[in-house]
């Protein structure tokens, strides 16, 4: 669990430096812009890795409550709609210019969705953590004010739609092969 926790703390923690403007701008300014985002991309994918590595080791632990059946029969659905979020938050579609922040919402539907499907120490800890991190980082940009200003075209809203699908079927196929439950009747 150590791993795991880690991993949370680097890759959600410099996630975080946009909620905190000055010390983001501090470090920027120490670095240079090429130095910060070389920082920010290998502390990132070090906190992935640990992250993936730490959960995949880590032992379920006690339940801490019971799964949500109602989370778990929608989860293919809420899932399928944070992949859609995730891709139209990269792409000047209308949902991105309605939404503003679609990534961080489709981040709080899909941690939420799999934190009440599970219940073990080990997926709170993951979803949990994700839960806080897209609450206080979606509160934070709206506070910010952080959208970009673009002209939305209809075709970026299909794409996004169709990735989103496309991800979230082959991510149910193999779920089971990945992460452990079946979560699809069509699941391998």
Known sequence: MTVLVLGLILFLGIHLLPVVPAGRQALLARLGERRYKGLFSIVSLTGVALIVVGYMHADRGPQLFAPAPAAIRIAPYAVTLALILFA??????????????????????????????????????????????????????????????????????????????????LVMTFHRLLFGPRVVPFGI
């Open 88 to 169: 139209a938050a990269n792409m000047r579609g209308h949902i991105r210019a309605t939404l503003r922040h679609p990534m961080l919402i489709g981040l709080v539907i899909w941690a939420a969705v799999h934190l009440l499907a599970n219940g073990d120490l080990r997926g709170t800890v993951l979803f949990g953590a994700f839960l806080v991190y897209g609450a206080v980082d979606l509160v934070s940009a709206i506070g910010r004010h952080a959208v970009k200003q673009f002209e939305p075209s209809p075709r970026f809203d299909v794409l996004a739609i169709v990735g989103g699908i496309v991800v979230a079927l």
